[in-house]
């Protein structure tokens, strides 16, 4: 039995555990097959505040694993293939951990960025191809790039990618864009940007050193062509991680969890949920961290009103 269990380990999921082992909560961190996040896939971070001269990703997370652990935070690696939150303490059954009950439970098991399966695509990761223009895009200042997807997040990362980038080639697999007017318009007002529609992303091209091109299937005359490029963007959406928790919490249309206004709390009382998997917008390390903290307070005081254990026996 457990007073809390955080699943997850990016910056939302490790500042919450830093929280709670900092408020003797002895929190037991459970890490997936990613430890650390997304984060661990980008190379430096640039934009995290205390940080000025920048901080690769994975030392980021290191650093805060190590903060959460120096404060007594216990971890274990292990796949959450299911949870029962219809009743106190919660059950989780954790594959090579077997069962795992807790009193309370914060959810910052994140979202995946999606990628397009094509070859070339994974093995050029944090060389030439990403999913993050806020994270990567100041690394192609003077460049040309290719972002790929129609839908809102692509008009968005193309706006901002014009920042640096000498041309922004949108590319996207048809000839109708899925993303709303007003991001649409932006975009087409935007004389660094160019289109690449009705074209099919199926290779990315590389020289061992980094990007340099896209093979497109364009869509009207059948042919392959090839869009010279330094850099590849993917922003063809998010899956947030919520599929364990097989519908027991209330998550709006597209999967991300839903908390009350203001706070961590999600509709089963003692279940908090912080970082992307909760967040559609905004979808910054710092602004997980800063949600993490809030789901540690929150949990706090959730403990101290309402335990169903007597702690003073178990020692946790
Ligand atoms: P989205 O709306 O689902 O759009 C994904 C786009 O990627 C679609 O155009 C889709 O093409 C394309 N796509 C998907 N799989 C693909 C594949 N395998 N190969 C090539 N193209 C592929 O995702 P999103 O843009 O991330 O937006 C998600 C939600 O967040 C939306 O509700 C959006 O409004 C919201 N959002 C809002 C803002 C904002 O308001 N500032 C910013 C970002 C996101 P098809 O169109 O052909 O299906």
């Given at each position: 039995m457990h007073k809390s269990i955080i699943i997850g380990t990016g910056p939302a999921g490790l500042t919450a555990a830093i929280y709670l082992a900092r408020a003797n909560m002895n929190p037991l961190i459970i890490e997936g097959p990613e430890p650390g996040g997304q984060l661990t896939t980008t190379t430096e971070v640039e934009n995290f505040p205390g940080f000025p001269e920048g901080i690769m990703g994975p030392e980021l997370m290191e650093n805060m694993r190590k903060q959460a652990e120096r404060f007594g935070a216990a971890f274990i690696t292990g796949w959450v293939n299911s949870v029962d939150?219809?009743?106190?303490p919660f059950k989780l059954q954790v594959e090579g951990h077997g069962e795992i009950v807790g009193e309370s439970l914060i959810i910052s098991t994140g979202a995946s960025a999606k990628y397009l399966g094509i070859p070339g695509e994974k093995d050029n990761v944090g060389k030439g191809v990403s999913t993050c223009a806020t994270c990567d895009g100041f690394f192609f200042r003077g460049k040309k790039i290719i972002v790929v997807g129609g839908g809102d997040s692509a008009m968005e990362e193309a706006n901002f990618l014009t920042r640096f980038a000498t041309n922004v080639e949108l590319v996207h697999?048809?000839?109708?864009?899925?993303?709303?007017k007003i991001m649409q318009d932006r975009a087409r007002e935007n004389e660094k940007i160019s289109w690449s529609l009705n074209r099919t992303p199926v290779e990315v091209i590389a020289n061992g050193m980094g990007v340099t091109g896209l093979k497109v299937l364009?869509?009207?005359?059948g042919e392959e062509e090839v869009i010279e490029t330094n850099g590849l963007f993917v922003a063809i959406g998010h899956t947030p991680n919520?599929?364990?928790?097989n519908g027991q919490i209330d998550t709006d249309e597209h999967g991300y969890i839903k908390v009350k206004p203001g706070s961590t709390e999600t509709n089963v009382p003692g279940v908090f949920a912080c970082g992307d998997v909760q967040d559609?917008?905004?979808?910054q390390a710092i602004t997980a961290a800063g949600s993490g903290c809030m789901a540690a307070l929150d949990c706090e005081r959730f403990l101290e009103g309402s335990?169903?254990?007597?702690w003073s026996q178990s020692g946790k």
């Open positions: 939150l219809s009743q106190r697999r048809r000839d109708e864009l899925r993303a709303s364009n869509n009207e005359t919520t599929k364990f928790l559609n917008k905004y979808r335990s169903t254990h007597d």
